[in-house]
């Protein structure tokens, strides 16, 4: 099992940027993928999930309005498109998979892909 995350980059405040998961080695039709980021010094936080049958989402509420998780079913691709970025959203973000549990807390997670920094800076 394969998730692999990109798009992560330095962008100015007030900026837009895309980020892409890719899963691969197993169906994730009863999974929900989600997006945790961890700042330097901080714990991983929960960002935005969604399941990968209907596309229900989830949003923490630092990034609600702000940022879109949606997926692409016949690419095995979810993407988090941020807008309005802020210094405090520079981070390690990764994707990750879950089947059970709650949706915010990262132990609930059995997949993770290896994590693509975003730096946020004027």
């Not at 692999?4 to 007030?14: D, E, F, I, N, T």
């Not at 989402?57 to 079913?73: C, E, L, P, Q, W």
């Not at 210094?87 to 879950?98: E, G, I, K």
């Not at 609930?108 to 994590?115: H, K, P």
């Amino acid at each position: 099992v394969q998730l692999q995350a990109s798009g992560g980059g330095l962008v100015q405040p007030g900026d837009s940027l895309r980020l892409s998961c890719a899963a691969s080695g197993r169906t994730f039709s009863s999974y929900l993928l989600g997006w945790f980021r961890q700042a330097p010094g901080k714990e991983r936080e929960f960002v935005a999930a969604i399941t990968w049958i209907g596309g229900s989402t989830h949003y923490a509420d630092s990034v609600k309005g702000r940022f879109t998780i949606s997926r692409d079913n016949a690419k095995n691709t979810i993407y988090l498109q941020m807008s309005n970025l802020k210094p405090d959203d520079t981070a390690v973000y990764y994707c990750a998979a879950r089947k059970t549990g709650s949706i915010i807390y990262n132990y609930n997670y059995d997949y993770w892909g290896q994590g693509t920094l975003v730096t946020v800076s004027s």
